[in-house]
């Protein structure tokens, strides 16, 4: 299925969204449930009161989720997503940024063995279609420009994602909107996490032609334009797999990390790993 952006309503595969959610009372937890309730393509399977956490089956996007929980007037942060597969498949995380003002956090889930869900916001793009793209280096050393080409180990011709001959990182377009924030949920079924890891995710400034363009580029790269931001792809927490209360990158409390921005100004000296909470 072609990745196709859109605007983190209910669709697409369902996931399962591990929440960890300020609650000290029972109210809270009444408060929390009545947020989540009735929303389209979301099943609440447990909340604890103890842990203060929140599991939700869904089709819907974190963003989404996670704004609903804070409807409540409690914090909310992601600890953890997997599949409705009895085992871990493998999740990954991508914090994005680059010398201009675009930053965003892109989410990889293996919802099954043929499968992956890739989910995001983008900020700071220009109104229109930007083309996304896993590329073969995990270095940012020299910004975006030391990403290396496409992840192509096939060695196929630039497509798109729905071309039986394209790179395995071609992902195509994500739309931003008028305020430049590009929200997408798309799947994939040729790309696989556990391929990923340690590789990058960039940004373009313009569209991907999907190799049809004409352009002496269109089958290289999609003639998208310059790279406007980028992430290395790290492995992030399955289900339960992440117990932390402090961010060991920051030596700040769970909820004192959930105000701080992704990037800039307040966020880490340079040289200091992202957090993946």
């Not at 109210?27 to 389209?40: F, H, I």
């Not at 400034?205 to 363009?213: A, F, M, P, T, V």
């Not at 492995?235 to 797999?241: D, P």
């Not at 990390?257 to 993946?276: D, N, S, W």
Request: one cysteine or more.
């Amino acid at each position: 299925m072609e990745a196709t952006p859109g605007s983190g309503e209910a669709g697409g595969p369902s996931c399962r969204l591990e929440f960890a959610v300020q609650m000290n009372c029972q109210e809270c937890v009444d408060a929390v449930q009545a947020s989540l309730q009735g929303a389209t393509g979301l099943r609440v399977l447990d909340i604890q009161l103890d842990s203060q956490s929140v599991l939700v089956e869904t089709s819907m996007s974190v963003g989404k989720v996670k704004g609903l929980l804070e409807t409540t007037g409690r914090r909310a942060v992601l600890k953890g997503m997997g599949s409705s597969e009895p085992q871990n498949l493998g999740a990954a995380v991508a914090m994005m940024s680059g010398p201009s003002l675009v930053q965003g956090v892109v989410r990889f889930l293996q919802v099954s063995p043929e499968k992956c869900l890739i989910e995001g916001t983008i900020d700071g793009l220009e109104p229109g279609l930007h083309g996304l793209h896993v590329h073969e280096f995990g270095d940012v050393t020299n910004s975006c420009d030391s990403c290396g080409d496409h992840f192509n180990p096939d060695r196929e011709r630039h497509g798109g994602p729905q071309d039986a001959h394209r790179h395995l990182g071609d992902l195509g377009n994500v739309l931003a909107g008028s305020n430049g924030r590009a929200d997408f949920r798309m799947e994939d079924t040729r790309l696989k996490v556990w391929d990923i890891i340690g590789r990058s995710l960039v940004v373009d400034s313009g569209e991907d032609d999907l190799g049809r363009g004409g352009h002496p580029l269109s089958k290289v790269c999609g003639n998208s334009g310059e790279r406007l931001a980028c992430g290395i792809i790290a492995r992030s927490a399955g289900l339960f797999e992440n117990p932390k209360q402090i961010c060991t990158c920051d030596g700040v409390m769970l909820w004192e990390e959930r105000e701080k921005p992704v990037a800039g100004p307040g966020r880490r000296m340079l040289g200091q790993p992202t957090p993946h909470l």
